[in-house]
């Protein structure tokens, strides 16, 4: 079945500094992959779109200067969180469709905390 | 916003059928309807999905109403391993972004 991966599971890192998050699909080519947030208790929140070779569609509030967004092939999209604060810690998971009529995949997850 | 409504909770003995149920009154007729579910501290898993007719697999059941208005995920036999929050989604698939909305808090009491 199609796998997405997810690296790193979970990461904690100073406030201030940025934070790289990677989904890559392992078994099939996705032009586009999907970024959600999930806080505590909460449901999935859609950030942006990751579009293969052209610029992510942030929904809105999404500030797209903080979470940068890079798709660069048809197997890897990337999330950098930049200058990350307390308020940043959250869950970020993504996800990408193997195609029409299929379902989607998730990864496991990335749980982020900026001390 | 999402566009399907669910139960916030639903308890279900363990061994036992459990019937998860979904209102999507403003579907469309090229949306996919998809029930994913999720985990303490996992992402999203897969469930199952269809168009229009009911669907069958190892997981479960779905059984779409004929207005396509509503649906149902059935889970055959409950298990503990089954607890978890249930998404019901509508979706074009592939590039089309999914919104999830609350979904069902299922409990399984052995």
């Known amino acids: 079945g199609a796998v997405v991966s997810q690296h790193p599971s979970w990461v904690i890192c100073k406030s201030g500094t940025s934070v790289k998050i990677e989904c890559r699909s392992l078994d099939f080519q996705a032009t586009t992959m999907f970024w959600y947030r999930q806080f505590p208790k909460q449901s999935l929140m859609l950030m942006a779109t990751?579009?293969?070779?052209?610029?992510?569609?942030?929904e809105q509030g999404v500030e797209k200067d903080k979470f940068l967004i890079n798709h660069a092939s048809l197997t890897l999209s990337t999330l950098t969180v930049t200058s990350a604060h307390p308020e940043d810690s959250s869950f970020y998971i993504c996800?990408?469709?193997?195609?029409?009529?299929?379902?989607?995949?998730f990864g496991s997850g990335t749980r982020l905390t900026v001390v | 916003d999402a566009k399907t409504t669910q139960p916030n909770s639903m308890e279900s003995n363990e061994e036992e059928p459990v019937h998860l149920p979904c209102n999507h009154s403003t579907i469309s007729g090229t949306d996919y309807i998809h029930w994913y579910r999720q985990l303490p501290s996992q992402g999203p898993e897969y469930v199952i999905h269809g168009l229009t007719s009911n669907v069958n697999n190892r997981m479960a059941s779905l059984a779409i109403a004929e207005d396509r208005k509503s649906s149902t995920l059935i889970l055959h036999r409950a298990t503990l391993r089954d607890a978890a929050v249930y998404y019901c989604?509508?979706?074009?698939?592939?590039?089309?972004?999914?919104?999830f909305g609350k979904g069902t808090r299922l409990h399984i009491l052995p």
């Open positions: 989604i509508l979706s074009l698939g592939r590039d089309d972004k999914i919104i």
């Open positions: 990751s579009n293969e070779g052209s610029k992510a569609t942030y």
């Open positions: 996800s990408a469709a193997r195609g029409e009529g299929y379902g989607y995949t």
